[in-house]
């Protein structure tokens, strides 16, 4: 490519050198990485070294990325404020105009991103489509609906006809935001477009690993017509970057561990700030007796395996009736062992790689524990080098005990574990095990039934006869997780209004509140007491 293209119109054929993009250029790079913000003034010493991640498909470097210390991140805050105060008086509707115009640039582009995402995480292109898909619905709903949302509403005053009362919202002000690299543009982008559309400034810390695909995302917001120092992004290792980001920041949106999520809660109550978190999961499916046993193993097989099993809401516990567990679980081999794992940047593979050595290692830790203790194998439970250095096969485990790692624990890998039970009542006393709660699924032909089960699951969302997407994909309704598995919730009225204040401005009219003049408390009291036995008989309020 000439150094004359303008660098965001790439071309759209993918040629891939090793598992790198050959689109991609060094000069592309340096264009994206210009949005990490760096203080010039700062002093502190930075690392020697900017952040390169390595390419899951083949462990070669992806790009630097260079690294921020505190004093970037106080100051991209206090840019990103100076930048607010005016985006909260731009009216609404212009806001929505630029994330709409945001959402056009994206399906127009989505070729390099979707390159982008596969490069950074390793993911089958067909996830990394469902990334587009979710981020061009968000960008829609918000920017149609944000003006219904964050409306003001007139509520009954002290005085009716004399206390005129209306309750706003107005914006919290800069909202940090710390997104993982499993989802780096559903995650990366999907909490930014409503919180910028509330009128706030942000600050995003990308994730080591996939840090490009966020400053790709900035640059496209750029051109659609956002303020250059609205949103501004840093980078650098969590521990230092997402401490102090916490620290600058008026309200927090995290996703990730609920170890590291607790940190931020208590790190975020010391500021007396609020922070929105949606943590692990440890999600159970349940096929009662009349499901059509095809269509569960099918939408098991999904719900189990997309993205690898690097998802929160996955599922990786399945519970069956025994009258229908055998069918089901043979059923569901078949169906797992035609999943194609593969590294190519097309539609050709189903299941793609996991993203880290860590991650494997942890994934393969679970199952080696799991068979150590007893549990059988049906399918899978060994990693793939032939096919690249973190491939993993996809994995069905049965005669899983409480001792074993893989019971309890979050694997976070594509790996589900079978169980039998016998009654309905048993099924929900094994789904409500544990202390998470984000997502769980039931598969059956008498929906009424499965919806009755639904409500007595400790769940944020319950799926019936899909795995985790209905709910997930319904994004006017609200989504997050219960238990250790987070506090508030995205999409939704929730979703944008959870970046606001509420504000009540009261007007009073013709008369003070309190005794008229010439009038003495005492008379005054015994007035009011009468006029409020008489409203309690009328049931006013």
């Not at 399945?318 to 194609?340: G, I, M, N, P, Q």
């Not at 150590?372 to 990693?383: C, E, F, I, S, Y």
Request: aromatic letters at 6%; a neutral charge; proline letters at 5%.
């Amino acid at each position: 490519m000439s150094t004359e293209q303008d660098p965001m119109h790439a071309p759209s054929p993918t040629v891939v050198t090793d598992s790198r993009p050959l689109w991609v250029t060094d000069e592309l790079i340096r264009h994206w990485c210009a949005w990490v913000h760096r203080d010039e003034t700062c002093r502190e010493p930075r690392a020697a070294e900017p952040l390169t991640a390595l390419a899951p498909f083949d462990l070669s470097p992806v790009a630097p990325v260079p690294s921020c210390v505190p004093q970037d991140v106080e100051s991209a805050a206090a840019a990103s404020a100076a930048a607010q105060r005016q985006w909260a008086r731009t009216p609404v509707a212009r806001r929505a105009e630029i994330v709409l115009a945001f959402h056009d640039l994206l399906l127009d582009r989505q070729h390099q991103v979707l390159d982008l995402i596969q490069w950074e995480t390793g993911k089958a292109r067909y996830h990394a489509w469902q990334e587009v898909a979710q981020v061009a619905t968000l960008a829609r709903h918000y920017a149609r609906r944000a003006g219904r949302y964050l409306a003001g509403r007139r509520v009954r005053g002290m005085v009716p006809g004399l206390t005129r009362v209306k309750q706003l919202r107005v914006p919290r002000g800069v909202i940090g935001v710390v997104s993982p690299w499993n989802y780096p543009l559903y995650l990366g982008v999907g909490d930014v477009l409503p919180a910028l559309l509330a009128g706030n400034g942000v600050v995003s810390k990308a994730d080591p690993q996939a840090a490009l695909t966020l400053l790709w995302t900035r640059a496209l917001l750029h051109e659609a017509g956002l303020p250059a120092g609205l949103w501004r992004i840093v980078a650098g290792d969590g521990a230092v970057v997402g401490t102090a980001l916490v620290d600058a920041v008026d309200f927090v949106c995290f996703t990730g561990s609920t170890a590291t999520g607790r940190t931020v809660a208590e790190r975020a109550a010391r500021r007396l700030i609020g922070a929105s978190l949606e943590l692990g999961g440890k999600n159970p499916l349940i096929v009662r007796e009349d499901a059509d046993v095809a269509a569960a193993a099918a939408g098991t097989a999904v719900a189990v395996f997309a993205n690898t099993g690097q998802m929160c809401i996955h599922v990786e516990r399945v519970y069956a009736h025994e009258k229908v567990y055998d069918a089901f679980r043979d059923e569901l081999v078949r169906v797992t062992e035609s999943l194609r794992l593969g590294r190519s940047y097309d539609y050709a593979s189903d299941l793609g790689s996991l993203v880290s050595a860590a991650q494997l290692a942890a994934v393969e830790a679970h199952v080696d524990d799991a068979v150590a203790k007893g549990a059988k194998v049906l399918t899978g439970g060994r990693a793939r080098p032939d096919i690249g250095p973190l491939f993993y096969e996809p994995t069905v485990l049965e005669d899983v005990t409480p001792e074993m790692d893989v019971c309890a624990l979050e694997t976070f890998g594509p790996v589900v574990s079978l169980y039998r039970y016998t009654t309905d009542d048993e099924a929900l006393s094994l789904a409500n095990r544990g202390a998470y709660g984000l997502s769980a699924s039931i598969w059956s032909k008498n929906t009424r039934e499965a919806a009755r089960m639904a409500g007595l699951i400790r769940s944020g969302s319950v799926n019936i006869n899909d795995g985790a997407a209905a709910a997930a994909g319904s994004i006017e309704a609200e989504m997050g997780g219960m238990g250790d598995s987070g506090l508030g919730r995205r999409h939704g009225a929730e979703g944008i209004r959870k970046y606001t204040e509420t504000q009540t401005v009261a007007v009073q009219r013709l008369i003070p509140l309190g005794p008229p003049a010439g009038q003495s408390a005492q008379s005054f009291v015994r007035r009011t007491n009468g006029q409020l036995a008489l409203l309690r008989r009328l049931r006013v309020r």
